[in-house]
């Protein structure tokens, strides 16, 4: 099936044209790796109107895998594909988390819906990478864009006005590709980057760790979340959605950890295992990792694109890695189709990278500093993980105010893009950059509220009151839809000031704060930027 499928996506690379016209190329973007990050990016593109290609080196998707965690920006953002109710459906809320601490269960967390009033999906939610994979691929699929499997990127060079992708087939033979542009999205080892000789600065922890989907028995098979910790081992274990089944996360023995090849479940430290009383039944896959941080210097080199673990890799302290990769991908998607369909400049590109560099640098800084609390063997980080997390962290998680930072930390709701040029005024505590802070809807809880009309992947405009004759006089002119909500206690408290104006990013992220609602400044902002809202 993978021949002809690249026998119409590529040429035969002996009358290749130079020209950059749409019609002249074999396709729009050409996405490297079919992970999270390069199925989101392929679907959105591919929602918006632009041809899509992706392959994958593997023969099928992976069966097993590390990231788990969902967060509510994810699922925000899934929201606008119409799969967030998909994914919940089939995934597992965590509801609480108990830390046990040499053999004792010593706190409970209540993590609840920790997110009400902020989040349409306010909670956390575990959902396998495996399953989120087959899930993504079906939707790409039903949309028309199948995965080219055992395919291999060997190379490409940017021409004038396009890529040239080298490429090799599952037969061995080589093709030859014409792409507006490139992504990709494939992987920490990835072809990408190194053809772009891009630095990919950072190290390596010293532990070996195992990630293993078994069925089994015990008290922490309650379908939350459980955290062990010891002087040397380490095991995390999370609920999957079919009863008595979970996903351990651990540390092998110390002499395993000096063997590299052929490890085994009988090779995992079993001290925790015991003390938490884990009866391991069946083990039906295992796999063993080293964890890496590490940032690439730059995420875009002229008309390729650098998204997800290709761009950087952290510990998986706080379930971030793979909800990063996605929003990277929808932060470029709709850029992208901007400038495929001429509604934008190709400079508006531009802006990818810095918005979503310095979030990924923060992360890797932030996660390291918790993953070498949790690992260590300083006498320092003992005390503090065994002896004083435990005490203070149960007292904490009692505060709403805590139990709301948390949140919004955690479920990358507080990402925003302040200080990129895409971002404009302030009114409050909302900034240009800011997602659009959610409103519910009046009519019942699984109503998006304000994020409904997001679905629609546009630029809009917001207003929290009445408008302005001006705005709407604008937003006319621009052919910009003009979302109206009533003004209320939720509006207010949300941080939204009444009678502004927000201008939208298709990303439901805010472009423009306009404090005055005249009009003119949502004009000034696409002229300036030379942005059309069709």
């Not at 809320?93 to 209540?110: C, E, M, P, T, Y």
């Not at 949309?143 to 080219?148: F, K, M, N």
């Not at 990127?153 to 992708?165: D, K, N, P, S, T």
């Not at 900034?431 to 009309?453: K, S, Y």
Request: proline fraction near 4%; charged fraction near 20%.
């Amino acid at each position: 099936m993978a021949a002809p499928f690249f026998n119409s996506l590529c040429g035969d690379g002996e009358n290749l044209l130079t020209t950059s016209t749409s019609s002249n190329l074999d396709t729009d973007v050409l996405v490297v790796g079919a992970g999270p990050t390069g199925l989101v990016l392929a679907l959105w593109l591919t929602t918006l109107g632009v041809r899509v290609r992706i392959f994958d080196k593997s023969a099928e998707p992976g069966t097993t895998s590390r990231a788990l965690a969902v967060q509510a920006r994810t699922l925000e953002l899934y929201s606008q594909l119409n799969i967030a109710d998909a994914v919940v459906e089939r995934g597992r809320k965590a509801i609480a988390a108990h830390l046990w601490v040499s053999g004792k269960d010593v706190a409970r967390l209540v993590f609840g819906d920790m997110g009400v009033g902020l989040s349409p999906f306010p909670y956390p939610l575990v959902f396998p990478q495996d399953e989120h994979e087959r899930l993504l691929s079906s939707r790409l699929a039903a949309a028309g864009v199948e995965v080219a499997r055992q395919t291999e990127l060997v190379g490409f060079e940017e021409r004038e006005g396009h890529i040239l992708a080298h490429l090799k087939r599952p037969d061995g033979t080589s093709e030859t590709c014409r792409a507006a542009y490139i992504a990709g999205c494939d992987g920490a080892r990835s072809p990408t980057r190194e053809t772009l000789k891009i630095p990919f600065r950072g190290g390596e922890y010293s532990h070996v760790f195992y990630v293993a989907d078994v069925e089994g028995g015990g008290p922490v098979m309650n379908g939350e979340v459980h955290v062990g910790l010891d002087k040397t081992d380490f095991l995390a274990v999370f609920p999957l959605k079919e009863e008595g089944r979970a996903r351990l996360v651990g540390t092998l023995r110390d002499e395993a950890e000096q063997i590299r090849e052929n490890l085994t479940w009988n090779d995992v430290s079993t001290k925790v295992l015991q003390w938490m009383r884990i009866d391991v039944k069946r083990v039906n896959w295992f796999s063993t990792y080293r964890v890496h941080h590490r940032v690439a210097e730059h995420f875009r080199h002229g008309r390729a694109f650098l998204l997800g673990d290709a761009a950087h890799i952290h510990s998986p302290v706080g379930g971030q890695g793979m909800n990063t990769g996605i929003g990277d991908a929808v932060n470029l998607a709709w850029k992208l189709a901007a400038v495929v369909h001429g509604n934008a400049e190709a400079s508006l590109l531009d802006s990818y990278e810095p918005e979503r560099i310095a979030f990924a640098r923060r992360l890797v800084a932030t996660t390291d500093r918790a993953f070498t609390g949790v690992t260590s063997s300083s006498g320092f980080a003992r005390l503090v993980r065994l002896h004083i997390v435990p005490l203070v962290l149960p007292i904490l998680f009692r505060f709403p105010s805590f139990r709301r930072f948390m949140f919004r930390t955690v479920s990358q709701t507080a990402v925003n893009y302040r200080g990129s040029n895409l971002s404009e005024g302030r009114a409050g505590s909302v900034h240009g950059g800011d997602r659009l802070p959610w409103v519910a809807g009046q009519a019942n809880g699984d109503d998006l509220g304000n994020f409904t009309p997001l679905k629609s992947l546009v630029w809009q405009v917001h207003v929290y009151g009445e408008p302005t004759a001006e705005i709407k006089a604008a937003c006319q002119e621009r052919k910009l839809p003009l979302q109206v909500f009533p003004w209320s206690f939720e509006t207010q408290r949300a941080g939204l000031r009444r009678n502004s104006a927000y201008l939208v990013r298709p990303d439901g992220y805010i472009g423009l704060v306009d404090v005055a609602g005249g009009g003119q400044g949502i004009v000034s902002y696409l002229d300036t930027r030379k942005i059309s809202s069709k």
